[in-house]
């Protein structure tokens, strides 16, 4: 596997102009030629697919949804980053571009970062032209909040849907397209795996969900937009349906998968409630801006809130981290609320839980300037817990949130399949060891509206490939291994339900593999899957036919690849002797209880490729070189 970042030579703000005049072009007359893929409708998918018709191109876009509207996108709820600089604090694209990579642990390429900053200014004038209804000023200038990791605000957002606004922007710039017919849209259908044709990627199979049909789709070049895989730990802030499939599928089939064990654990969801809980609710970053974060300053104290003074409160973020206080990076945070539950600090019924309390903002500020800001967020923790968080203090605890690894992409956003390109939060690109707050939408708009639509270009170009027929029996053989899985599941006709598996593999990855990790944790979890998975062929049961709707049967396909990938994110996690951002090896941490880099030996992306399942994956390095922002050790105090 040949890993060739194809960074552009040059100085660092020069690059991407410099790139894109390098870029071959394909003629405007000839782009309704091309057919291209795009898996995935969500922030990234529908971007893309709205440029690319722009251009010219002939898009298919698939998702599994009954519309790409439901795309989990939607759920985004804090804001989206832009070094626009309106609030004259002192931003800028380098300041941007700073931040993002110390605060990924220095675990990103520096080019492809400074290029996010860069395009940053883009999007947020492409959404405003779409009529998205950022929050405005007063006098009608867009408005900005601060998010974790950064000491200036360049947050834009709509209240606390800007994820749903976002999208209906790139919705309706794809509808208009498949108005148009240069995007047909094929919703609800799942792919379920990726054709080669001489090594390059030359369409999926994908199956109707409602019709159970299956079927090959040829195009010149497939574009993967499919989300992040936070899921495997069964409970986490994702929308259900988010899974890792179609990326897995395509390692599968030679993709390099890059750094799988760099998640996002969220310190401000809310607490489980109990253990038939199948999903956790964000309370968004945002929050942080006015929320004040605290736990007892003793163990056991059980008083109710409002009976504990200030002086028996530790707000342990703005003690421990006085320049960032409760604005500290998320992996950050997360840890700390750890730490003060494991000694007995924690609050709430099951003494999992620290507060977020907005009893001295709404003293500041009135009760309606928060509602203003927040509304829609109270009112979901209210629906939820039952509690008036305007009254008690929210309670918050980390859950998982996002996946910083994904498959390897080289600066033109291909992956090391020539023609399989990847976007959004299925790359594994920008981001680092963490992701800061706001950074994910900015970083599916760039890919999808602004990178994308040209490096794609570059390839079709020059790729001087053949016209494809989808009897060809490259789709024909993928087409019956993909049947085969499919009835094979059905066929194990076990006693215990998908759902009951996919919850063990994600207690056994959030035991071993979440927010602190450890190498006998590792091998034990690594010793406990291929067993688990084994268990699954054996006694899963998956009840209807594939011949028509069959939701446990899609279930069944997604936990099934799940069960492969927990295995490479814990071969990863132990490969990774160090800590950094999100991945934290108790083994490796300073004296304060922060992450210790090992930059000697781990100053680069691993990457892996797939030797078979059950085997230990080959492993491949891309060095990761820092002239522009020197490697040091990250503080926030
Ligand atoms: C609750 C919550 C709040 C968030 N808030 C913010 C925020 O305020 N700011 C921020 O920057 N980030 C936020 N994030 C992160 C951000 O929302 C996501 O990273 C981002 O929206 C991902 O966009 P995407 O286009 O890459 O993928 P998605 O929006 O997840 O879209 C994936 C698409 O792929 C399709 N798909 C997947 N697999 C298949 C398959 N096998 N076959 C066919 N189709 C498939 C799906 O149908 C869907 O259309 C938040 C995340 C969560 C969970």
Known sequence: MELNARIPAGPLEQKWDRHRFDLKLVNP?????????????????ASAAATMAELGYAVDCFCFQDSPRRAHSIAAQGGINAAKNYQNDGDSIFRLFYDTIKGGDFRAREANVYRLAQVSLNIIDQCVAQGVPFAREYGGHLANRSFGGAQVSRTFYARGQTGQQLLLGAYQAMEKQIGAGTVRMFARHEMLDIVLVDGRARGIIARDLVSGEMRAFGAHAVVLATGGYSNAFYLSTNAKGCNVTAIWRAYRRGAGFANPCF????????????????????????????????????QGDTRPADQIPDTDRDYYLERLYPSFGNLAPRDIASRRAKEAVDEGRGVGPTGI?????????????????????????????????????????????????????????????????????????????????????????????????????????????????????????????????????????????????????????????????????????????????????????????????????????????????????????????????ESCGGHFRTEHQTAEGEARRNDEDYAHATVWEFTGVGEKPREHRESLTFEYVPLSQRSYR
């Open 353 to 577: 839980g620290v507060y977020l309390d907005f009893r001295d903002a709404i003293r500041r500020l009135g009760q309606s300037v928060i509602a203003d800001r927040y509304g829609n967020l109270f009112d979901m923790y209210r629906n939820i817990t039952g509690e008036n968080p305007y009254e008690v203090p929210m309670r918050i605890y980390p859950a998982p949130h996002y996946t910083m690894g994904g498959l390897w992409v080289d600066y033109n956003l291909m992956s090391t399949i020539p023609g399989l390109h990847v976007i959004g939060e299925a790359n594994f690109s920008d981001h680092g060891a963490n992701r800061l707050g706001a950074s994910a939408l900015m970083q599916g708009l760039a890919d999808g509206y602004f990178i994308l639509p040209l490096t794609i270009g570059n390839y079709l170009a020059q790729a001087k490939l053949e016209p494809i027929a989808e009897d060809h029996a490259a789709f024909r053989d993928v087409e019956a291994e993909a049947r085969q899985r499919l009835e094979r599941l059905l066929a194990i006709n076990g006693t215990r339900t998908v759902r009951e598996f996919h919850q063990k593999l994600g207690k056994l990855l959030w035991d071993f593999c979440g927010m602190a990790r450890s190498a006998d944790g590792l091998r034990f979890a690594l010793s406990r899957i291929p067993a688990l998975r084994e268990e699954f062929w054996r006694d899963v049961r998956v009840p209807g036919s594939a011949a028509d709707l069959n939701q446990s049967l899609e279930y069944a396909g997604r936990v099934a690849d799940f069960m492969e990938f927990a295995e490479l994110m814990c071969h990863d996690a132990l490969d990774r002797a």
């Open 263 to 298: 998640t996002q654990i969220h310190p401000t969801s809310i607490p489980p409630a109990g253990e038939n809980q199948s999903k956790l609710t964000l309370m968004s970053e945002s929050l942080r801006n006015d929320g004040r974060i605290w736990v007892p300053r003793s």
């Open 29 to 45: 007359a000839n782009k309704r030629r091309y057919r291209v893929i795009i898996v995935g409708s969500g922030l990234a998918g």
